[in-house]
């Protein structure tokens, strides 16, 4: 009987402790709304659909990958930023941790009007490296971590799909020179070193397309 009642009250303060962290956990959307219309919105578009190719569009993005960029872009306990793009440093700067998690939240719950492939002749390249990579020179399919259809997986897989192609691909170009080094054990780093800017201007334009 003492036993069971052990149990049960270790049961209930684990809940507590869930159900206050929960609490504690709960991002502020009004702050980050707020927030979004007055500073990121000049370039992400308030609701996260930017208008121009070098701003990704965050609308719809996973929350967790969303926040994990913002840390990344600040640069933590005295080390220097594990993604280092001069805009986005001096844009974080000043963001608490809470409000990183705002504004990861609030974006990913805007909804993405995303782009369209345009070219036409690289179509077949691009969707050949999505759906299968190229086993010879060990480029595994981009589907195997962001989906068949682009959308990504929570926590760690951003969704590619409806990107801008100039973004993805300049990100898969930064990967590959090594200077965008913020990837888990240098998952991207590897793939992009093994492709040509053809495939990658090719798979890029193939993901802006994507559902
Ligand atoms: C002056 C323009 C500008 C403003 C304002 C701005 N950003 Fe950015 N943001 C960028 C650019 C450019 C990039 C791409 C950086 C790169 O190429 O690595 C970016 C990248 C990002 C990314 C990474 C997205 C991804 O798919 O990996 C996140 C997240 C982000 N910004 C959030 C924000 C938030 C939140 C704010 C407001 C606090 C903000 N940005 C304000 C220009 C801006
Ligand atoms: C083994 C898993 C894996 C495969 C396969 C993979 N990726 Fe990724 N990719 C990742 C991870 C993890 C990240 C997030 C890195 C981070 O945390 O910043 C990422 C990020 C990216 C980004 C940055 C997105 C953004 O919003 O900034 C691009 C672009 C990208 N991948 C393109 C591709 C393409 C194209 C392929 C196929 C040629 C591919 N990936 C295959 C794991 C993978």
């Not at 974080?92 to 941790?97: E, K, M, P, Q």
């Not at 010879?136 to 682009?150: D, E, K, L, T, V």
Request: glycine share 10%; proline share 5%.
């Amino acid at each position: 009987m003492i036993k069971r009642s052990l149990l049960l009250s270790l049961l209930l303060a684990t809940g507590a402790v869930q159900a206050q962290d929960k609490t504690a956990a709960q991002p502020d959307l009004a702050k980050a709304k707020l927030t979004a219309e007055q500073i990121c919105g000049a370039c992400h578009g308030a609701d996260g659909n930017s208008q121009i190719p070098a701003n990704p569009k965050l609308a719809g993005q996973h929350a967790e990958y969303l926040y994990k960029q913002l840390r990344n872009f600040k640069g933590e306990n005295g080390q220097p930023a594990e993604r280092n793009n001069g805009i986005m440093a001096g844009m974080v700067a000043g963001l608490s941790d809470a409000d990183m998690k705002g504004l990861a939240a609030h974006f990913s719950s805007q909804t993405l009007k995303p782009e369209v492939a345009k070219n036409k002749d690289s179509i077949t390249l691009g969707q050949k490296l999505w759906r299968a990579g190229d086993v010879s020179r060990g480029i595994p399919a981009c589907a195997a971590c962001h989906g068949p259809a682009g959308a990504g997986l929570p926590a760690q897989y951003p969704r590619l799909a409806g990107q801008f192609a100039e973004y993805t691909e300049t990100q898969l170009k930064s990967f590959r020179a090594g200077e965008r080094a913020n990837d888990p054990n240098k998952m991207m780093r590897t793939i992009a070193l093994k492709m040509t800017d053809p495939e990658i201007k090719a798979v890029a334009d193939y993901a802006a397309g994507l559902r």
